[in-house]
């Protein structure tokens, strides 16, 4: 009998200080046709209270046909009610018994699968990813499926012999001929970093312990963009030890992936929209990295705490960008992210702005904004300055070795803070204002600013164009997408669209190829009204919005659009043709901006 710190979950069903599970083993059969997988789980527990008989799971939408005990009798069990966003709970009978296991197959709608038909992807394959954050999991294994809870697992998964299964786990690096893969993965993980992905997929590797999959016309383009992944790696551990998980290999998802990334174990699955040929968008690759260390291995206890998770990479990444590329680049994301957040805070209710929250009853991922990810790092930055790099960084270290493989709430890291870093430092936690950044609104004073030279230079000139309108006088020579971002940023959205006409003429901005400075353009195009003038613009504003499906990009378009009337009948329009290609996770956000009834 372990002792694992059990937090209660308000977004789990399960009982796990009663009977934890502490080991998967999976065997499932991948139906394209049907949009289903079959099979079963077999469930290894872990006892936490004497003599108990009672396993409770989570589901969505699981169609259970049979539970049996080792000795292969039925175990009883009982299906609760079927909730949206929670599921339905299994309760299973399992006796003194040390495993059981369930067999089942998924909903074609279960929320953590994607199937896409040959026409959705680059190599003109069927595919299939899960996204397992935060409580999908359940949709697709009956587990429980609350990040406080941790195990190992293996698996063995059948596909179309044509297709490569790649989990957050030991991977092939080629087909296995038959269609069947065995999976191993010994470090414990909770249920939210479960990832499957199926597709006509292609290894290539970037270093000793990195490589990427991606389909195979994205292949080469993925190797050149990724190749600086071991030296961020190197850089990480040199920061916050070891990497603890053997090897980090990327997958490129396909275009209608919802998120930039997920940190699965071993396995990251990026958005394709990361291929800008420059390999300008790798603090996307650090963040991701980031996680195997801030949340794959300290992990938030519930979804309360997400700013343990999110705020902790989100300082991590920053830290990774400048060991990299370097103290200017690193400003300048820092300063595009306080930015973001200030703009965030200004439209949010107060209560939306804790870093510690208190999400019972609501879907968790309403929790996971901006504010968990910038407030949080800013809190941790703020921390830094106050104590200094030389105490701050071996402080961060020994966290990740202490906590390794085990939860973390906000009560817990502020004792461990006071104790280990602010006492021995002599900063007392009232000096820091720490009770109001932990548990207030807004952002305190002692907020870090950021101000980038280069941003500054990029100041000067936007104000010297808006007075002369001579864009032939902007010299953008070596400029980084961020300071493009910031230039776009700062245009006026009422100076008139001769002057952003002017702008994409000369700097072909509706035709970029970076997707974070495009995004940046249309938003800016939209709310202007220049989008509406120029047919071409229109047409590259419904391209972006069909030919990916990354929300941080979709959000703020449909947003902006929604705002006018006739940028809402184009929404309309462009929704309705899109939506199909969209991932649930982004249905489910844009359905609440676009009414398309
Ligand atoms: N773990 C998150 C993605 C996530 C968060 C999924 C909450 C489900 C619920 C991932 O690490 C992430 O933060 N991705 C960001 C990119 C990052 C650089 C900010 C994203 O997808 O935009
Ligand atoms: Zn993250």
């Given at each position: 009998m372990s002792t694992q710190p059990f937090a209660t979950d308000p977004h789990s069903?399960?009982?796990?200080?009663?009977?934890?599970?502490?080991?998967?083993?999976?065997?499932?059969?991948?139906?394209?046709?049907?949009?289903?997988?079959?099979?079963?789980?077999?469930?290894?527990?872990?006892?936490?209270?004497?003599?108990?008989?009672?396993?409770?799971?989570?589901?969505?939408?699981?169609?259970?046909?049979?539970v049996t005990l080792p000795d292969g009798t039925a175990a009883a069990y009982h299906l609760g009610d079927h909730d949206p966003v929670f599921g339905s709970r299994l309760a299973i009978a399992v006796g003194s018994a040390d495993s059981v296991t369930v067999h089942y197959r998924t909903d074609p709608a279960a929320r953590a699968l994607q199937w896409l038909e040959p026409a959705q992807t680059s190599s003109g394959k069927q595919f299939l990813f899960t996204q397992s954050q935060a409580i999908l999991a359940r949709s697709?294994?009956?587990?429980?499926?609350?990040p406080s809870v941790r195990f190992s697992y293996d698996a063995t998964v059948r596909v179309p012999a044509d297709l490569l299964a790649l989990m957050s786990a030991a991977n092939p690096t080629e087909r296995?001929?038959?269609?069947?893969?065995?999976?191993?993965?010994?470090?414990?993980?909770?249920?939210?970093?479960?990832?499957?992905?199926?597709?006509?997929?292609?290894?290539?590797?970037l270093g000793a312990r990195s490589g990427v999959y991606a389909e195979p016309t994205v292949l080469d383009a993925a190797a050149h963009e990724f190749a600086d992944t071991e030296a961020m790696m190197t850089a990480v551990e040199r920061l916050y030890g070891p990497y603890r998980w053997d090897r980090y290999d990327l997958l490129v998802a396909p275009p209608s992936f919802p998120f930039g990334g997920m940190e699965n174990p071993r396995l990251t699955f990026v958005t394709p929209t990361l291929l800008a040929g420059?390999?300008?968008?790798?603090?996307?690759?650090?963040?991701?990295?980031?996680?195997?260390?801030?949340?794959?291995?300290?992990t938030n206890a519930t979804w309360n705490d997400v700013w343990l998770n999110e705020g902790f990479t989100t300082y991590l990444e920053t830290r990774i960008v400048e060991e990299?590329?370097?103290?200017?680049?690193?400003?300048?994301?820092?300063?595009?992210?306080?930015?973001?957040?200030?703009?965030?805070?200004?439209?949010?209710?107060?209560?939306?702005?804790?870093?510690?929250?208190?999400?019972?009853?609501?879907?968790?991922?309403?929790?996971?904004?901006?504010v968990a990810y910038d407030k949080g790092s800013l809190f941790l930055r703020m921390l830094e300055q106050a104590v200094g790099r030389p105490r701050f960084d071996p402080f961060l270290r020994a966290y990740f070795e202490r906590y390794a493989f085990r939860p973390m709430d906000t009560a817990t890291f502020l004792a461990h803070l006071t104790t280990e870093l602010l006492e021995p430092a002599g900063v007392s936690p009232e000096e820091l204002d720490l009770d109001a950044w932990l548990h207030g609104p807004g952002l305190p004073a002692n907020a870090?600013?950021?101000?980038?030279?280069?941003?500054a230079r990029v100041d000067r000139q936007v104000a010297s164009l808006l007075t002369t309108g001579a864009v032939a006088d902007l010299d953008t020579s070596g400029w980084s997408p961020y300071?493009?971002?910031?230039?776009?940023?700062?245009?006026?959205?009422?100076?008139?669209?001769?002057?952003?006409?002017?702008?994409?003429?000369?700097?072909?901005?509706?035709?970029?190829?970076?997707?974070?400075?495009?995004?940046?353009?249309?938003?800016?195009?939209?709310?202007?009204g220049y989008a509406f003038e120029v047919p071409r613009v229109d047409g590259a504003l419904a391209d972006f919005l069909t030919r990916q499906g990354r929300v941080k990009y979709l959000r703020p378009l449909y947003r902006a659009l929604v705002s006018t009337d006739r940028g809402a009948a184009r929404a309309r329009e462009i929704y309705a043709a899109a939506r199909p290609g969209y991932h649930s996770v982004a249905t489910g956000a844009i359905d609440r901006i676009v009414d398309l009834s």
């Amino acid at each position: 009998m372990s002792t694992q710190p059990f937090a209660t979950d308000p977004h789990s069903h399960a009982e796990p200080h009663v009977i934890a599970v502490r080991h998967l083993d999976l065997d499932l059969e991948v139906d394209f046709d049907a949009h289903r997988l079959s099979g079963s789980v077999r469930i290894d527990l872990e006892r936490h209270a004497e003599a108990a008989t009672e396993l409770v799971l989570d589901t969505w939408r699981l169609d259970v046909t049979d539970v049996t005990l080792p000795d292969g009798t039925a175990a009883a069990y009982h299906l609760g009610d079927h909730d949206p966003v929670f599921g339905s709970r299994l309760a299973i009978a399992v006796g003194s018994a040390d495993s059981v296991t369930v067999h089942y197959r998924t909903d074609p709608a279960a929320r953590a699968l994607q199937w896409l038909e040959p026409a959705q992807t680059s190599s003109g394959k069927q595919f299939l990813f899960t996204q397992s954050q935060a409580i999908l999991a359940r949709s697709w294994v009956p587990l429980q499926d609350t990040p406080s809870v941790r195990f190992s697992y293996d698996a063995t998964v059948r596909v179309p012999a044509d297709l490569l299964a790649l989990m957050s786990a030991a991977n092939p690096t080629e087909r296995s001929g038959t269609g069947t893969y065995r999976f191993s993965m010994p470090q414990r993980v909770p249920s939210y970093l479960m990832a499957l992905a199926v597709g006509d997929l292609e290894f290539r590797p970037l270093g000793a312990r990195s490589g990427v999959y991606a389909e195979p016309t994205v292949l080469d383009a993925a190797a050149h963009e990724f190749a600086d992944t071991e030296a961020m790696m190197t850089a990480v551990e040199r920061l916050y030890g070891p990497y603890r998980w053997d090897r980090y290999d990327l997958l490129v998802a396909p275009p209608s992936f919802p998120f930039g990334g997920m940190e699965n174990p071993r396995l990251t699955f990026v958005t394709p929209t990361l291929l800008a040929g420059d390999r300008s968008l790798m603090s996307l690759v650090a963040h991701e990295l980031a996680h195997s260390w801030s949340g794959n291995l300290v992990t938030n206890a519930t979804w309360n705490d997400v700013w343990l998770n999110e705020g902790f990479t989100t300082y991590l990444e920053t830290r990774i960008v400048e060991e990299v590329y370097g103290d200017e680049l690193a400003t300048m994301l820092l300063q595009l992210y306080r930015q973001d957040l200030d703009h965030l805070l200004a439209g949010l209710d107060p209560s939306a702005t804790l870093l510690a929250q208190d999400l019972a009853g609501r879907d968790p991922d309403e929790g996971a904004t901006r504010v968990a990810y910038d407030k949080g790092s800013l809190f941790l930055r703020m921390l830094e300055q106050a104590v200094g790099r030389p105490r701050f960084d071996p402080f961060l270290r020994a966290y990740f070795e202490r906590y390794a493989f085990r939860p973390m709430d906000t009560a817990t890291f502020l004792a461990h803070l006071t104790t280990e870093l602010l006492e021995p430092a002599g900063v007392s936690p009232e000096e820091l204002d720490l009770d109001a950044w932990l548990h207030g609104p807004g952002l305190p004073a002692n907020a870090p600013v950021w101000k980038s030279a280069a941003f500054a230079r990029v100041d000067r000139q936007v104000a010297s164009l808006l007075t002369t309108g001579a864009v032939a006088d902007l010299d953008t020579s070596g400029w980084s997408p961020y300071e493009w971002i910031h230039m776009v940023r700062a245009l006026p959205r009422d100076a008139g669209t001769s002057l952003l006409a002017d702008l994409d003429a000369a700097f072909g901005l509706t035709q970029g190829r970076n997707d974070e400075i495009l995004v940046e353009w249309l938003g800016c195009a939209v709310e202007s009204g220049y989008a509406f003038e120029v047919p071409r613009v229109d047409g590259a504003l419904a391209d972006f919005l069909t030919r990916q499906g990354r929300v941080k990009y979709l959000r703020p378009l449909y947003r902006a659009l929604v705002s006018t009337d006739r940028g809402a009948a184009r929404a309309r329009e462009i929704y309705a043709a899109a939506r199909p290609g969209y991932h649930s996770v982004a249905t489910g956000a844009i359905d609440r901006i676009v009414d398309l009834s």
